[in-house]
């Protein structure tokens, strides 16, 4: 046996202990009993796929090693455990998306269900994420009640991207004026108009985006409800059709789409999910919510390339301002790995080399205009 196929069964192992510690990490959270239920199958499926890859290393003499997470899953079980299912759900399913098709073309798991088992993986958690944006389930997950909310916006991605947004562009404004002059008063008020200008700016746009969401919502909402008023039977058809187009046969589609109609305020909200995708209870979100949130993260980012200047001045300042937000792209760069499954220094170092690069071109720019004004 060559050693690249004993590695590969390695990875092959270790990834399913991953995934099946996530999964009962996702069971243990998850406050909704057939979810949970739902997740806790799915990591006994991983743990059938880890004992597989496990004889196959037994057969080659190769000590099975303790079934420990790695660091990525680590992070995403803690994640889990103190946020919520919702919070890593979407980036879970990435990960299944990608790795669906990675048993097909290995020899070993020929004449099982592995390949299957791991499509039928990224079809549940596609489609918990499809009730969540449409409502009503279809097909093997329609006896799920309840909804998973939040899970199509992963709440942590976006917190990294903000407080990246804030210490890029902070720390380009405050190295171009650097550039120019070292004066530690102009470069510590320039520092914090930037972060006041950039953190009003993007609250003030999250603010509107989320409240034009909302308005559109609640017209489509009403409209819904004014053809219910003057159509039942016409809308009731159209729920049904919907529910075939998910694979139910036509009389449950038809028992169902009936049942789902016969009060108005459910027959509004279960039209407005499925037919519109719109959750009426949520309409996009709460746009004070959006607004702090992203005041606070590029706030956090934004104090980073600044903080130096309220305790020292002059190339001392300006140095420890750029390592310090040095750190800060390689930690956030860094950070994103665990959603994308990029490699850690990879990730680190590119965003640590971009964002140096812009700071260079503004501190270099900063010094041209600088010199050219005296």
């Keep these: 046996m060559a050693n690249k196929d004993i590695k590969r069964y390695l990875e092959n192992w270790q990834g399913e202990v991953d995934g099946a510690a996530q999964y009962h990490a996702l069971a243990k959270a998850e406050k909704n009993p057939q979810l949970s239920q739902v997740y806790t199958n799915l990591g006994k499926m991983e743990e059938k796929h880890k004992a597989f890859w496990e004889e196959h290393l037994k057969k080659e003499g190769v000590t099975i090693p303790k079934p420990v997470p790695s660091w990525r899953t680590r992070v995403l079980i803690w994640i889990t455990g103190h946020f919520g299912p919702a919070a890593v759900l979407s980036t879970i399913a990435d990960y299944e998306r990608v790795d669906k098709n990675m048993y097909v073309s290995q020899k070993e798991t020929d004449g099982t269900k592995m390949t299957a088992d791991e499509h039928l993986h990224d079809r549940v958690l596609d489609e918990i994420l499809t009730v969540d944006k449409k409502g009503a389930s279809g097909s093997y997950l329609a006896e799920i009640e309840g909804r998973h909310k939040g899970v199509a916006g992963n709440t942590l991605r976006a917190a990294v991207l903000g407080a990246n947004d804030g210490l890029c562009s902070n720390l380009s404004l405050v190295m171009g004026v650097a550039g120019a002059s070292f004066n530690n008063h102009i470069l510590l008020l320039t520092g914090l108009a930037g972060l006041l200008a950039g953190a009003f700016s993007m609250a003030l746009g999250e603010w509107i985006s989320v ?51 016969e009060n108005k305020a459910r027959a509004i909200d279960t039209l407005t999910r499925e037919e519109l995708g719109i959750d009426p209870d949520e309409k996009g979100g709460s746009p004070n919510v959006a607004a702090i949130s992203s005041f606070a993260l590029f706030s956090f980012g934004a104090i980073i390339p600044v903080f130096p200047f309220f305790f020292w001045s002059g190339s001392k300042a300006v140095l420890l301002s750029g390592a310090l937000s040095a750190l800060a792209l390689f930690m956030f760069g860094a950070a994103g790995t665990i959603f994308t499954g990029k490699p850690v220094w990879f990730a680190g170092t590119r965003q640590l080399v971009l964002g140096l690069l812009a700071a260079g071109i503004t501190f270099g720019l900063g010094h041209l205009i600088g010199v050219s004004l005296n």
């Design 211 to 261: 409240t034009s969401s909302r308005e559109l919502a609640e017209r489509e909402i009403k409209i819904e409800s004014e053809e219910f008023d003057m159509n039942p039977q016409a809308e009731r058809e159209e729920l049904q059709l919907i529910y075939e187009s998910k694979g139910m046969k036509p009389a449950e589609a038809q028992t169902l789409a009936k049942h789902m109609t």
